[in-house]
């Protein structure tokens, strides 16, 4: 299984971006999706996260302005960020949890990792 992010860039204060993740490979189901971001000198971050019952949890540092979605059919899951800040500055990595279709065991698998560069 492998993740494939893309949608980051620069972008002004203030400004929106959208992320996204595709998952491709032997792929039975995918329980959890999320979004980490790790900024400069800092740990790596939970971002937010979406459950196979599409409920939602962020982080209280992006909540109301980021939403996070998941479309099953394709095996995606997107960030849309708005109202960016510099403190968004950071490099975002997707995460699914997949069930392997031979063992029945789910894996978190990463994806490569986006830089969102938010300038002030």
């Known amino acids: 299984v492998q993740l494939q992010a893309s949608g980051g860039g620069l972008v002004q204060s203030g400004g929106s971006l959208r992320l996204s993740c595709a998952a491709s490979?032997?792929?039975?189901?995918?329980?959890?999706m999320a979004w980490y971001r790790q900024a400069p000198g800092k740990q790596r971050e939970l971002v937010a996260f979406?459950?196979?019952?599409?409920?939602?949890t962020y982080a209280d540092s992006v909540k109301d302005r980021f939403t996070i979605s998941r479309d099953d059919a394709k095996n995606t899951v997107d960030l849309q960020m708005n109202s960016l800040k510099s403190e968004d500055t950071a490099v975002y990595y997707c995460?699914?949890?997949?069930?392997?279709?031979?063992?029945?065991?789910?894996?978190?698998?990463w994806g490569q990792g986006t830089l969102v560069t938010v300038s002030s």
């Open positions: 995460t699914q949890d997949v069930k392997s279709s031979s063992s029945g065991l789910y894996f978190r698998h």
């Open positions: 979406i459950r196979s019952d599409t409920r939602t």
């Open positions: 490979g032997s792929i039975s189901s995918i329980n959890t």
